[in-house]
């Protein structure tokens, strides 16, 4: 018997260029049986050289709409009689369908996991666990939630359901939101049709007599620029420490890195002043526009390559430690690699399991407030320079997408204290930047410089402050490459 499960991805038979006019398909974008099922009878039709559903409808005694929607994942699964009339009409001659009418049963069966009776259900808790058995029964795991997520990130969302796509943190909580409840149902297998059924009783409950704990962050076990050194930092020695300042980790843990365009000497950046007129703002007003006229990347496979420069020792910080380079490649659907070079690293390449990194600090939220919240939740809390670090954090995993990229800059550009540092041309790269910057209160200086071209992050970078107020170059990321495409390297 033909495996009713069917592929969870969403690829489309490709059109045949002699294909009569009629009833445009849309495309399926839904997983589960029903999606699958519908999947299965558009390979049919195409099979037998992609008649029009106005000929399919009328060789099985059908309206064209009707034949159309047979074909189609938003409604319930349709009749084993429609399957077969639809089958006869399209002159199916693979499987035969009378295997079609016995797999038909089991996508029955199914697809009634995702439509239960929740007539005895009271409240959230127990639709929850509603949702959790129907995925469960249908062997939808966490990972194959992720996966479906990271796939649904890239295509419009249904009407069906509240949008954005909620982050990994939301979708997995015990104790999700409502709108993430109706994420995990559809991710889970339910069809557009099913969502509805669960909405409208998740409409119908009592509000919970305490709003549900925010979702706890994931914290990355051990931030990568740090895991990257720590052979450096065993090269170097510990009187490369002197001053308070320890190779691989600044304060709590966190990284440190430059101003691009200069070395570990040379003139010191101006102290950041108060705001006048608020230039940040204006600035960022003008990569946000940038972001939005600029092309989107697309692929499914996430390149990620940057330079990591640790400049010593202190005080004078003149030379240059230990160079880092390291090139991810990775993909939801498929293994990928991690290839690291320079100074003190590890064995390469490393390969890596389908999915993003363990390490990985995202995926971001495309909500301002959502994508703030979590990134306060990976460091402790210290002002708009945790928010810096926070999306350096995701910039070594993720290549930000274009409404990735907008939410970034419209979060930094409600934060009070962060101020423009001017234009400036990062090295190595060659290209023209904006940099924002903000200093803790002991003296350390986080800057983050923006192409200003489409709102790109194209390096991350520490300074720490001097006696005689000035800042010298402590660290520097450099991302030589952030992008989505279809080719693996």
């Known amino acids: 018997m033909t ?4 592929a969870n991805n969403h690829a489309q038979p490709p059109p045949d260029e002699g294909r009569r006019r009629g009833r445009r398909e849309a495309p399926i974008l839904s997983y589960g049986p029903i999606a699958q099922h519908a999947r299965r009878l558009r390979q049919a039709r195409v099979a037998a050289g992609s008649p029009s559903y106005k000929v399919v409808g009328k060789g099985a005694q059908m309206s064209e709409s009707q034949a159309c929607e047979i074909a189609s994942p938003a409604k319930r699964l349709p009749t084993a009689q429609q399957c077969a009339a639809f089958l006869t009409s399209v002159k199916q001659n693979g499987t035969p369908i009378t295997n079609w009418c016995a797999d038909h049963a089991e996508y029955e069966r199914r697809a009634a996991l995702f439509r239960p009776d929740l007539a005895g259900v009271k409240d959230r808790p127990a639709l929850r666990a509603a949702a959790a058995a129907a995925l469960a029964a249908d062997g939808v795991t966490d990972q194959v939630l992720l996966q479906r997520r990271a796939d649904a990130a890239q295509h419009p969302v249904p009407k069906e359901l509240p949008g954005p796509v909620p982050c990994d943190e939301d979708l997995l909580a015990e104790a999700c939101t409502d709108a993430a409840l109706l994420w995990r149902v559809y991710l889970g297998g339910c069809s557009p049709d099913d969502v509805l ?51 691989g980790a600044g304060e709590d843990g966190a990284r440190t890195g430059g101003l691009p365009g200069r070395g570990a000497t040379g003139t010191s950046p101006p102290p950041i002043s108060p705001p006048a007129g608020g230039p940040a703002a204006v ?68 390969p890596l399991p389908p999915g993003p990194p363990r390490y990985a600090a995202g995926p971001p939220s495309t909500d301002p407030a959502q994508l703030q919240h979590v990134l306060e939740g990976l460091r402790k809390p210290g002002g708009v320079t945790v928010l810096l670090l926070g999306v350096a954090d995701l910039c070594d995993t993720y290549p930000l997408r274009q409404a990735e990229r907008i939410a970034v800059l419209r979060m930094l550009r409600a934060a009070p204290d962060l101020q423009y540092t001017g234009k400036t041309t990062v090295e190595k790269l060659g290209l023209p930047g904006k940099a924002f910057s903000a200093d803790t209160a002991d003296g350390v200086r986080e800057t983050l410089v923006f192409d200003q071209r489409d709102g790109r992050v194209l390096s991350h970078e520490t300074l720490r402050r001097q006696a005689d107020r000035t800042y010298l170059l402590a660290r520097r990321v450099i991302y030589l490459r952030s992008t989505w495409d279809d080719l693996r390297d």
């Open 197 to 247: 059924h669960w909405r409208s009783h998740l409409d119908r409950l009592p509000p919970e007599p305490h709003p549900a704990p925010p979702p706890a962050a994931r914290k990355p076990p051990v931030p990568r620029r740090t895991a990257l050194l720590a052979g450096a930092a065993v090269l170097i020695g510990a009187g490369l420490a002197a001053g308070g300042y320890v190779l």
């Open 283 to 350: 600035e960022l007003d003008a990569l946000i526009a940038a972001a939005e006229l600029a092309q989107d990347t697309t692929g499914g496979t996430a390149h990620v390559d940057f330079v990591l420069t640790t400049f010593g020792p202190a005080p004078t910080y003149d030379g240059i430690v230990s160079e880092v380079t390291e090139e991810l490649d990775w993909s939801p659907n498929g293994p990928g690699r991690r290839v690291v070079t320079g100074t003190g690293a590890p064995a390469n390449p490393d």
């Open 3 to 6: 495996d009713p499960r069917g």
